[in-house]
């Protein structure tokens, strides 16, 4: 691994990818940035207007099968959904990442994650009340479901872009504007 044996050997440094930087570049529509790489933050990494604002956040993957588990929890049983959980959150992966916002994407983002937030509590509360006042049990339990999505709605809010994967050195976003890797546009 040393320059050492090759004089001829350019510097790593010299070896770029195709557009972006040695933190950042697109393959093919994914933006790939290294882990503890830097992110230009001059436009707004969802909808690539100018930024208003550098964010800083940590930002997890969850391997697709532990939302599926949620969802065929009745199918599949307590047992063998709580090993899917368990395996997923095992290999669960997260970053860092500062990236820039703009004022719109983020009032969208306030937006999604307060309505979340009041389907979450308005349903859990009007389920309860519904059983404990012994009401139709059957509607509590989709008013219940309701609740629950309305969680995914405030979870799915909260991130600022779509995660294709986080790895142990990489993390992969789809939908980033190209423009985000070249300043001055
Ligand atoms: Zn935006």
């Not at 389907?119 to 629950?148: K, P, R």
């Amino acid at each position: 691994m040393s320059n050492a044996t090759n004089p001829y050997q350019p510097p790593e440094s010299e070896i770029l990818p195709e557009s972006g930087t040695r933190d950042a570049w697109f393959d093919g529509d994914i933006l790939v940035v290294r882990k503890g790489g830097r992110l230009p933050t001059h436009s707004c990494l969802r909808c690539g207007a100018p930024s208003t604002r550098t964010s800083r956040r940590k930002l997890s993957w969850y391997p697709p099968f532990t939302f599926l588990a949620f969802v065929l929890l009745p199918v599949i049983g307590l047992w063998a959904f709580a090993i899917f959980v368990v395996v997923g959150l095992i290999l669960t992966r997260s970053g860092r990442l500062e990236f820039g916002y703009c004022g719109r994407c983020r009032t969208r983002q306030r937006v999604l994650v307060t309505s979340g937030l009041a389907i979450l509590f308005g349903g859990a509360a009007w389920a309860a009340s519904m059983i404990e006042q012994g009401g139709n049990e059957t509607l509590a339990f989709w008013v219940f479901g309701l609740s629950f999505a309305g969680a995914l709605i405030t979870i799915w809010g909260r991130r600022p872009l779509s995660i294709q994967r986080i790895t142990s050195d990489q993390m992969r976003f789809r939908r980033v504007p190209k423009s985000v890797l070249t300043p001055g546009e």
